[in-house]
């Protein structure tokens, strides 16, 4: 790595698999906005407001980045210029989507990355009068399908999100407000090796019964469970997001109970995950489990979410999702237990499909932590 991002030769093996699948899939060219899939293609974290910039990938093999001028101090921060690529620069008054156009030319099929917004979109569906796909949807294998130098990058989120979790103890303590335990725990993240906070939820009591409540000025109390679920972003832009349950002094049995069937349910969803097994099938397994214990009309999400340059993206471990998994798939399996006005528990683990089963990045307690 140098410069903040990966080896030049990633980036290009990255590139001639695009164009590789685009001509298996009878596509004549992509085309990519800012966000995860820059970061994936040419590690360029730039954004550009409203202006355009583009990555635009054919069949034929060729790459080409169209960047707004004002934005060219951060070529040096990305690959491109060491790709197998051009890079063309437009100015305020010219037409950028005609640009990308030429270079796509009148097509058949185009596809079209995620963050392209509509403003951008429409007038290059105008131009190449090109029928759109989405890119994630024709090229999913290329982005679901995490290579080596992710995978390792994963590991070192999950390694660095446990080393957090792994403070949270000193930091819970009946009087405290979960507002002053989320900052407290904020600090943690920047310092165990992550350049931005992604999100904190400190879930006390009857919060933790709500899945995205983050946290507020209520004060922790003695007996309280506390759902806290973290995650960051290293710097290679790749995400971390773990949950554990606390439990401020001595848990009841009805929440030893819980924890019990809860946890059983998600570690029989992990022990599942293997190349042939479907998306649906996880969650079928954790739901399943839950519900044969009596808790599930309490699980009201899915099972899990992938993981990597963005916090969620496929696969979606939930019913209906029959995509089959393979190995480099990367994903969370969370099932939760909210009993309304009570308390609410989950736990998470980010699971990567391997060879002949799973690898969890996180290993932490699976223990509803005392406190």
């Not at 051009?86 to 008054?93: A, F, P, S």
């Not at 303590?173 to 725990?185: K, L, P």
């Not at 696969?315 to 309304?340: R, T």
């Amino acid at each position: 790595m140098s410069n903040g991002i990966f080896s030049f030769d990633i980036y290009q093996q990255r590139l001639d698999r695009t164009a590789e699948l685009l001509r298996t899939r009878d596509a004549d060219a992509a085309v990519f906005g800012t966000g995860a899939d820059l970061q994936y293609l040419i590690g360029s974290a730039v954004t550009s407001h409203e202006r355009l910039t583009a990555l635009v990938v054919t069949a034929a093999g060729t790459t080409t980045l169209v960047l707004p001028a004002v934005e060219r101090g951060d070529l040096p921060l990305c690959a491109i210029n060491d790709l197998n690529a051009d890079v063309v620069l437009w100015e305020d008054g010219q037409d950028s989507h005609r640009i990308v156009a030429d270079l796509v030319g009148h097509v058949g099929t185009l596809a079209i990355g995620a963050s392209l917004t509509a403003d951008h979109l429409i007038p290059i569906q105008d131009l190449t009068g090109a029928k759109t796909v989405l890119a994630g949807e024709l090229l999913k294998e290329l982005f679901m399908r995490k290579d080596a130098a992710e995978i390792d990058q994963l590991r070192e989120a999950g390694a660095a999100i446990d080393r957090v979790h792994a403070r949270v103890p000193g930091m819970l303590r009946a009087g405290r407000t979960e507002r002053e335990v989320a900052d407290e725990i904020s600090a943690a993240i920047l310092e165990e090796g992550h350049v931005a906070i992604d999100f904190v939820i400190v879930g006390s009591a009857e919060n933790g019964a709500n899945p995205h409540h983050d946290f507020s000025d209520r004060v922790i109390e003695d007996g309280d469970v506390v759902v806290v679920d973290i995650g960051g972003t290293l710097p290679l832009g790749y995400h971390s997001d773990c949950t554990r349950t606390y439990v401020v002094g001595k848990p009841g049995e009805k929440e030893t109970a819980a924890w019990a069937a809860l946890r059983k349910a998600q570690e029989a969803a992990v022990a599942a995950v293997r190349p042939g097994v479907t998306a649906a099938e996880i969650d079928a397994i954790a739901r399943n489990s839950l519900t044969a214990a009596g808790y599930g009309e309490y699980f009201i999400h899915r099972t899990g979410h992938g993981i990597g340059l963005s916090t969620h993206e496929e696969p979606f471990i939930m019913a209906g999702n029959e995509l089959a998994l393979e190995p480099g798939m990367a994903f969370s399996v969370e099932p939760g237990v909210y009993l309304p006005g009570e308390f609410g528990m989950r736990l998470e683990d980010i699971i990567i499909v391997t060879e002949d089963g799973g690898e969890s990045v996180n290993n932490g307690p699976h223990d509803l932590i005392t406190v």
